[in-house]
Nanobody, 124 residues
Framework: QVQLVESGGGLVQAGGSLRLSCAAS????????MGWFRQAPGKERDFVAQ????????YYADPAKGRFTIIRDNAKNTMYLQMDRLKPEDTAVYYC?????????????????WGQGTQVTVSS
């Protein structure tokens, strides 16, 4: 089993920045990729970004490209999402996820482990 704990959410004005963290523990050796998803009220959980755990290969959803950066620190077993130039439409609960496969995927059901989520609110 893998446990994931997010932190770093909060309230920020449009144009500002936030850095989310996701600390992993447990059977980390089984992780091959990690990702971030977000879910706004009344909407489905959407893919934001993915990174392979060992190679650091990244993949972004279009809304995140050029504004968000996904990073991992293997020594600390922690993944980050640096979010810059935030917009009100970025408001959502952000979830950290991990999976055992390497394949690039935007599908939430293909991830095996999930954190509890952290709220990000961007005011206009």
């Amino acid at each position: 089993q893998v446990q994931l704990v997010e932190s770093g959410g909060g309230l920020v004005q449009a144009g500002g920045s936030l850095r989310l963290s996701c600390a992993a523990s447990g059977s980390i050796f089984s992780i091959n990729a990690m990702g971030w998803f977000r879910q706004a009220p009344g909407k489905e959980r959407d893919f934001v970004a993915q990174i392979t755990w060992r190679g650091g290969i990244t993949y972004y959803a279009d809304p995140a490209k050029g504004r968000f950066t996904i990073i991992r620190d293997n020594a600390k077993n922690t993944m980050y999402l640096q979010m810059d130039r935030l917009k009100p439409e970025d408001t959502a609960v952000y979830y950290c996820a991990a999976k055992r496969t390497l394949a690039r995927t935007t599908t939430a059901s293909e991830y095996n482990y999930w954190g509890q989520g952290t709220q990000v609110t961007v005011s206009s």
